[in-house]
């Protein structure tokens, strides 16, 4: 089935640092989604992405839908405490008919 | 608050019994998802529903799993003679069939099963 790479696995960083994640795919997708999850809770929404090659941005979080259909990243910038969590990339396709699949999620830990 | 809500929480339950659980989607919403998510790695897809009707499920969904949405509202998840190995998070999500955001997925904030 289809598979998501996502990279890094954990980050360790600075408060007001940048941060970029990024995720691959063997497949195409017609929708790159991230969202992020707390401890005990749900993920939550943070961008969509619909085009090849669009660029979307939300605050401080900025996002990239690759011209090959095959990959996105994710750049937070200027972190801050509460940015705690792991990010998941999801790949979209059939007309949003179908489940989403989702990367393991990068674990983001920032020291203040 | 009108995002999506599940119940119970948190379940704990031995090995053979059998559970249900609730979601109530976004109240607009016509799309609702269901996702298995153990530690260490992203949801996992279960099934889908497009108002009443269950459309899509996956592999992972065995015989003991069953999932209904009687009036396209709210959804129940069944798992019978529960096994160690369902153990999980069941994530619930919904969306609306607006075009391309019909792939925008809002999600509950899961119930956390344990089998003992």
């Known amino acids: 089935g289809q598979q998501l790479n996502q990279s890094p696995q954990s980050m360790f960083i600075q408060e007001g640092e940048d941060v970029s994640m990024n995720c691959t795919s063997s497949?195409?997708?017609?929708?790159w989604l991230w969202y992020k999850q707390e401890p005990g809770e749900g993920p939550v929404l943070l961008i969509a992405?619909?085009?090849?090659?669009e660029l979307t941005s939300n605050g401080r979080l900025t996002a990239q839908f690759g011209i090959t259909r095959k990959d996105s990243f994710l750049n937070i910038s200027a972190s801050i405490p509460s940015d705690v969590g792991i990010y998941f990339c999801?790949?979209?396709?059939?007309?949003?008919?179908?489940?989403?699949?989702f990367g393991k999620g990068t674990h983001l830990i920032i020291q203040p | 608050d009108t995002g999506v809500s599940q119940d119970p929480r948190h379940k704990i339950t031995k090995r053979g019994q059998n559970v249900t659980f609730r979601c109530d989607p976004i109240?607009?919403?016509?799309?609702l998802y269901w996702y298995r998510q153990t530690l260490g790695q992203g949801p996992e897809f279960l099934t889908y529903?497009?108002?009443?009707?269950?459309?899509?499920k996956s592999r992972l969904l065995s015989d003991r799993f069953s999932a209904e949405r009687p009036k396209g509202s709210f959804s129940t998840l069944e798992i019978q003679r529960t096994e160690q190995g369902d153990s999980a998070m069941y994530l619930c999500?919904?969306?609306?069939?607006?075009?391309?955001?019909?792939?925008?997925?809002?999600f509950g904030p899961g119930t956390r099963l344990t089998v003992t």
């Open positions: 497949s195409i997708f017609n929708t």
């Open positions: 999801a790949g979209g396709s059939g007309g949003g008919a179908d489940g989403l699949t």
């Open positions: 992405l619909y085009k090849a090659g």
């Open positions: 109240s607009e919403h016509n799309r």
């Open positions: 999500a919904s969306s609306l069939e607006t075009g391309s955001s019909s792939y925008e997925q809002y």
């Open positions: 529903f497009q108002n009443e009707a269950q459309l899509e």
